[in-house]
């Protein structure tokens, strides 16, 4: 999973960085094995990334422990046994798919950002949003809260707009599959396991303060709009030491 990660995220980074090594701490209940070293005591609490429980609140879903501000590490990322273990029962697809999810955790972990979708009935990060509202225009148009607003698809479910102003929280955007937009890593990591499909070539970026199938959506309400001061993921990212390092 973290071998496809790598490649992954060096594809995403611009081939500029990757995951050089990862040390993997085993339970001490698990046999040993000749090639396995000695661990310097319980690496557990200081790991980045930590294989344990389902929290109630996220479930099986994966997720990062995110007390800081924009740009701030995180504490570490959460996997649960049966996401691990799902990935590979299932495909090398899955592999695929959860290693994609690795780099938008590694992205919330390590650089600071924040996710880019809505949230069905979340009065602070909805699942759509009217834009022209912030413009005070007069041709509101309902769009889902994504990080790029060339995303293509369709609304299924109830999806009338409430009198709050809201969409109500069982309507859904489904991406279109064949979407030519390239981004974003956190909004979906790949847009087709939406239907099930799994392609490489299809989310392969974060968004980016330029034009194009990779251009940062500033309107939507997003958690990382709100914290980030409307700077795109990328632009977060390439700020940090792993990248300045490269350019001196």
């Known amino acids: 999973m973290f071998t496809n990660a790598s490649a992954f995220l060096y594809k995403a980074t611009k081939k500029k960085v990757f995951f050089r090594e990862v040390i993997i701490s085993l339970p001490r209940t698990w046999s040993s094995?000749?090639?396995?070293?000695?661990?310097?005591?319980?690496?557990f609490d200081s790991a980045e990334v930590?294989?344990?429980?389902p929290n109630p609140n996220f479930g099986h879903d994966p997720y990062t422990l995110q007390p800081g501000g924009c740009g701030d590490p995180g504490l570490y990322v959460h996997f649960t046994p049966d996401f691990i273990l799902g990935s590979y029962n299932r495909s090398m697809g899955n592999i695929g798919i959860a290693g994609r999810q690795v780099v938008h955790e590694w992205a919330h972990l390590r650089y600071g950002v924040f996710d880019e979708y809505g949230i069905p009935g979340d009065s602070q990060y909805p699942a759509f949003y009217m834009e022209g509202e912030k413009l005070k225009r007069v041709d509101l148009q309902m769009r889902p809260t994504t990080c790029n607003n060339k995303?293509?698809?369709?609304?299924?479910?109830?999806?009338?707009?409430?009198?709050?102003?809201?969409?109500?929280?069982?309507?859904k955007f489904i991406p279109d599959p064949k979407t030519k937009a390239r981004a974003s890593i956190?909004?979906?990591?790949?847009?087709?396991?939406?239907?099930?499909?799994?392609d490489k070539s299809v989310v392969d970026s974060f968004c980016e303060d330029s034009e194009g199938a990779r251009k940062h959506n500033t309107l939507a309400p997003t958690k990382h709009n709100s914290r980030c001061n409307y700077k795109s993921t990328w632009t977060i990212i390439s700020r940090h030491q792993?990248?300045?390092?490269?350019r001196r």
């Not at 792993?242 to 490269?246: N, S």
Request: include cysteine; charged fraction near 20%; charge should be negative.
């Open 33 to 43: 094995k000749p090639e396995y070293s000695p661990a310097a005591g319980d690496m």
């Open 50 to 53: 930590r294989v344990d429980q």
């Open 151 to 171: 995303i293509p698809g369709w609304l299924e479910g109830a999806c009338a707009i409430l009198g709050n102003g809201m969409v109500g929280p069982k309507c």
């Open 186 to 198: 956190m909004y979906i990591p790949d847009i087709q396991t939406v239907r099930g499909l799994y």
């Open 242 to 246: 792993d990248f300045t390092k490269l």
